[in-house]
């Protein structure tokens, strides 16, 4: 009966080894769209009134658990019956990541300033109009920012599944779990703090104290320019996650890159490093072809496609 116990203990002990590896390899590959996701949270409840910001991203978080809800089963079922689906909806999820990345590119680029500062005003008439509904207006926002998670947990779920797909199902559940569980947490605590950070730094100008003034300014200062390097470092995220996967489902490129990559290894002086970071530059330049090249072609079906009189 001991013997029995003890190894049923010792079971559940593998278990939850092999489920923590694969939880840390899985959060590993999904933490370039983590960042993308949390300037893109952020970036969608500003806005809002400065004491509905917390309720808001309060509701989106839970509707970004409803989602997962929703997504994890049915990944889980397509692993089960149609496990061959996997590889093409992730190269799918790879190239829609690639797609919005060139696309944010090239918004910025081509009317970046223009664009922002019509999206500024137009939010600015909008909360100034004495006809808008505040209410409608919030719903309104957590409704698109809702949308916007479903797209993201979709990829980040795709890419959990992708780096669990030869577990046991038990082991797929609970790592599926968990990286919902502390994916949602985790974004929507630091979308919280960050649309926070310029009501602590009014707050904090408010002491007496010289450090307290201090940092409250440079919270005010520092916040706009955290915002842009989230942006920043989601976009090249885009491409390097988004181009990875692409880059593994198509052989050929694969075992090219690889061997590239091997090859600067040979280099004296930087040549170990080089060939370290090669395959994560090489899949992003890739990543950044293949957004251009879906771009493209979904310029020219639109183009194609009759317009309704």
């Known amino acids: 009966m001991a013997g029995s116990f003890f190894a049923l203990f010792d079971d559940i002990a593998t278990l939850l080894d092999d489920v923590s590896m694969m939880t840390k390899v899985a959060m590993r590959k999904t933490a370039g769209v983590l960042g993308d996701d949390l300037a893109l949270n952020a ?24 989602n997962k809800l929703i997504l994890v089963p049915s990944a889980l079922l397509i692993s089960a019956f149609v496990p061959a689906a996997i590889t093409p909806l992730l190269m799918l999820g790879g190239a829609y990541l690639c797609y919005e990345g060139f696309e944010k590119l090239a918004h910025k680029f081509l009317h ?16 100034n109009n004495p006809s808008t509904d505040p209410v409608a207006y919030e719903k309104k926002k957590i409704r698109g920012a809702i949308r916007t998670d479903f797209i993201l947990s979709a990829e ?44 602590l730094g009014l707050y904090l100008c408010r002491k007496r104290h010289v450090l307290a003034r201090a940092t409250g300014r440079a919270l005010i200062s520092s916040a706009p320019y955290l915002m842009k390097t989230l942006s920043v470092v989601g976009t090249a995220a885009m491409f390097m996650v988004g181009g990875s996967i692409l880059v593994h489902g198509i052989g050929p490129v694969h075992h090219l890159f690889e061997h590239w990559s091997a090859g600067l290894d040979t280099l004296a002086g930087p040549g170990p490093l080089l060939s370290m ?32 009189h």
């Open 43 to 66: 970036q969608q409840v500003t806005g809002v009134a400065a004491n509905r910001e917390l309720p808001v991203v309060a509701a989106v978080a839970k509707g970004s658990l409803i």
């Open 112 to 127: 970046g300033h223009d664009v922002k500062t019509i999206e500024h005003e137009a939010r600015q008439q909008a909360l």
């Open 156 to 199: 980040i779920i795709a890419i959990t599944l992708g780096a669990v797909a030869q577990a046991s199902l038990v082991q797929q559940v609970v790592v599926m779990s968990a990286i919902a569980l502390a994916v949602t947490v985790g974004v929507y605590a630091l979308v919280g703090c960050i649309v926070k950070l310029d009501d």
């Open 277 to 308: 970071v090669a395959p994560s530059l090489l899949g992003a330049l890739f990543g950044i072809i293949a957004g251009g090249v879906v771009v493209a072609l979904v310029s020219l079906v639109e183009k194609l496609r009759p317009t309704a």
